[in-house]
């Protein structure tokens, strides 16, 4: 059974840092792109960063200087380090799978 279990979201203020962590099993984590993105109440899913199986990153440009992904396959794990956060940065950031797999999301709120 495929499953993504997000974890690491919160409350902060403007500034401050946060860093998710998504766990993968019952697929060949080390096979897939693995994409972060984020939805508000309301909105639709927006994409954020994705990182290939070898580790190349690319990043929407609102998050591009202050968010890092990166993945350790060998443990079937997919990090985002979110730095410099933001109001605008609130959202439920969700952990999706090229195969096509999503997790159930963790919250993430800044407030100002």
């Known amino acids: 059974q495929v499953q993504l279990v997000e974890s690491g979201g919160g409350a902060v203020q403007t500034g401050q840092s946060l860093r998710l962590t998504c766990v993968a099993s019952?697929?060949?984590?080390?096979?897939?792109?693995m994409i972060w993105a984020r939805q508000v109440v309301g909105q639709g899913l927006e994409w954020v960063c994705a990182?290939?199986?070898?580790?190349?990153?690319t990043y929407k440009d609102s998050v591009a200087g202050r968010f890092a992904i990166s993945r350790d396959n060998a443990q079937n794990t997919l990090y985002l380090q979110m730095d410099s956060l933001k109001p605008e940065d609130t959202a439920v950031y969700y952990c999706?799978?090229?195969?096509?797999?999503r997790g159930k999301g963790t919250q993430v709120t800044v407030s100002p």
């Open positions: 999706i799978s090229a195969s096509g797999a």
């Open positions: 990182v290939n199986k070898d580790g190349f990153p």
């Open positions: 019952g697929f060949t984590f080390r096979d897939y792109t």
